[in-house]
């Protein structure tokens, strides 16, 4: 383990449905992260959170809803989402908010939409 | 924000032998890290290089940085079945942007 647990591991969901992703870390990180990986293409930042506040939001669609009630809760709601939207979700913390220090990943969430 | 680019997009070796990834950037950075991804996992951190370093070992891995060129590599030597994954560089302008990976396979 990590130190970043998402949850769950696998999701299969309709097109209709709405369901939230969850991620949880005890490291007294400041800053997450929701990455999406698609297959064969870069990882592709999607939110950033520091102290709880949302810090950059990189041109995601509105089906995608982030939300950090705590410096160690991060969630990702999803509704109304596509089949394109299948794919692997990472949750990531780090110290601080950028890049000085290593990211720890979460083993990430298996997305199908059908 | 930019991303590294890795290269080659895929690897295969025999088990034993070294194997050898390069990124590429573009604009100047603080720091350049490599990460590995086992298939269907989170992304898990190998080596942080900082800018005024060119050489960093840990264990089996050894990384170069070549500001001039903005490139790195990642040296895997003696390697192993257990080393096949993808491995990812990125590098720090704003939040960590990664490129798409190699792929390395190690044939026992």
């Known amino acids: 383990e990590t130190g970043v647990t998402q949850t769950p591991r696998h999701l299969v969901m309709g097109m209709t449905n709405k369901k939230s992703l969850k991620c949880e870390q005890h490291?007294?990180?400041?800053?997450m992260y929701w990455y999406k990986q698609s297959a064969k293409k870069p990882l592709e930042l999607m939110f950033v959170y520091s102290l709880e506040e949302r810090v950059e939001n990189n041109s995601v669609p509105s089906r995608f809803s982030p939300e950090c009630p705590n410096s160690s809760h991060l969630f990702l709601h999803l509704h109304t989402l596509q089949p394109e939207d299948s794919a692997l979700y990472l949750c990531a913390s780090s110290p601080g908010q950028g890049a000085a220090y290593g990211y720890t990943f979460g083993s990430g969430t298996r997305l199908t939409v059908v | 924000s930019q991303q590294g680019e890795e290269d080659p997009q895929a690897l295969s070796i025999q088990e034993g032998e070294n194997a050898t990834m390069n990124c590429s950037y573009k604009t100047s950075i603080n720091n350049l890290q490599w990460y590995r991804q086992n298939s269907g996992r989170g992304l898990v951190h190998l080596i942080l290089i900082r800018s005024n370093e060119r050489e960093k070992h840990s264990g089996r891995l050894r990384v170069t940085l070549d500001t001039s060129k903005k490139s790195s590599s990642l040296l895997i030597t003696a390697s192993r079945a257990a080393d096949t994954a993808s491995y990812f560089c990125?590098?720090?302008?704003?939040?960590?942007?990664f490129g798409a990976g190699t792929r390395l396979t190690v044939k026992p």
């Open positions: 990125a590098t720090d302008g704003g939040d960590m942007r």
């Open positions: 490291l007294g990180h400041n800053a």
